[in-house]
């Protein structure tokens, strides 16, 4: 990772961290960039947190006065710029979104012309630039100053995208969606209520303010007992930029990633649609999905944590489903990153053509219990390599057995130790995860 851009964009408190002078040079650059050998074009979108707007300009004046072209989706979610991207030619894609965070963080994440994150190498030519380690890029003058245009249609072309993949009508089938007050509130009623369901929302009102205020998918308690109020035959949960997805049972249930993973995986694979009948995971998937994989003959890969890992190893394998326990899920043959409208289509799916409801897809996976402990340390390194800490993830290990699993790694963006533990039972995985914790604060190696 990069000194501004982390795995997921340039993200902090806005005006703190991120900052309007940021976000210009971030646009001057990419227009000057991608605009060498003809007139960029790049395309903006923007979740509803108050400072979006700010950094839209900020952004949108940058690329013009490097003499790029700026198309405004305005209010819209991560995977509809991304999808826009590669459909219609543009260079390259900007989100002003910090995803599930609170309204007062905001981020830059840039897409490449294939819809997908782009390089680091690019990133690290970015940050260059905003430090004042290149040389200064020339403005643009006369006819070559570039322009904004709004670009509304082309978010109306991803909700017609979303439309056409679904394969029957959701008619009389009552669907809960939680937009987290984020960008899915422009986007996922209206495809719903085209597939014939009837569509009960909530958190779609947002003020700049309450995006991710005790709602959507890092939330799902709401919604939990929105569909049991109401009834409802199933209900989706989006976070603040709808890459993420988190499903809610006919029984009030959590649906997380992994069960969706399972239940899209299990559906693609009976009927040969599922490339080497293998899932991609991070090695934060739970116990509980890899047993229920190994009953059904379906394989799985592991990449480390974050969605970025899980797109490249389904790129260079030619996997069509991945994702992260968190909700970030891939279908690789409609999209080139996660995307929280679309795993909902597809659970519909699974749901619609098996005449099966979520609960009972679901019910032949049994999760594990699972305790993460983040331990703030001194340093990261030395914490994980310490021989009495090693000692004592070995012992868990060993104790564990089959039933159960233990993983210590770094945190990519703090100074932190994660240690979970997955066990037959709560008080098992507190036990375990507590010797461990309490080894490193033995060691002195925690502050």
Known sequence: MGKYFGTDGFRGEANVVLTVEHAFKVGRYLGWYFG?????????????????????????????????????????????????VRTEDFDCGIMISASHNPFYDNGIKVLNGQGRKL???????????????TEEIPLAQKENIGRTVDYAAGRNRYIGHLISLATRSFKDKRIGLDCANGSSSTIAKSVFDALGAKTYVINNDPDGTNINTNCGSTHIEVLQKYVLEKGLDVGFAYDGDADRCIAVDDQGHVVDGDLILYVCGKYLMERGRLKDNTIVTTVMSNLGLYKACDKIGM?????????????????????????????????????????????????????????????????EVKIFPQTLKNVRVVDKKTARENPAVQKAVQEVTEALGSDGRI?????????????????????????????????LKAENLTV
């Not at 394998?317 to 996660?338: M, R, V, W």
């Open 36 to 84: 060498k050998d003809h007139k960029a074009k790049v395309v903006i979108g923007k979740d509803t947190r108050r400072s979006s707007y700010m950094f839209e300009y900020a952004l949108a004046a940058g690329l013009t006065a490097s003499g790029a072209d700026a198309y405004l989706l305005h209010v819209t979610t991560t995977p509809s710029v991304s999808y826009v």
């Open 119 to 133: 390089s680091a190498d690019v990133e690290e030519l970015i940050e260059a630039y905003i430090d004042g380690e």
């Open 299 to 363: 394989k799985y890969e592991q990449t480390a944590v974050g969605d970025k890992y899980v797109a490249e190893n389904m790129m260079a394998n030619g996997y069509g489903l991945g994702g992260e326990q968190s909700g970030h899920i891939i279908f690789s043959k409609y999209a080139t990153t996660g995307d929280g409208i679309l795993t909902s289509l597809m659970v519909m799916e699974a749901i619609m053509e098996t005449k099966q409801s979520l609960s009972k897809l679901c019910e």
């Open 407 to 439: 993983l210590v790694r770094e945190s990519g963006t703090e100074p932190v130790i994660r240690v979970m533990i997955e066990a037959s039972s709560d008080e098992i995985c507190e036990e375990y995860a507590n010797k461990v914790v309490d080894v």
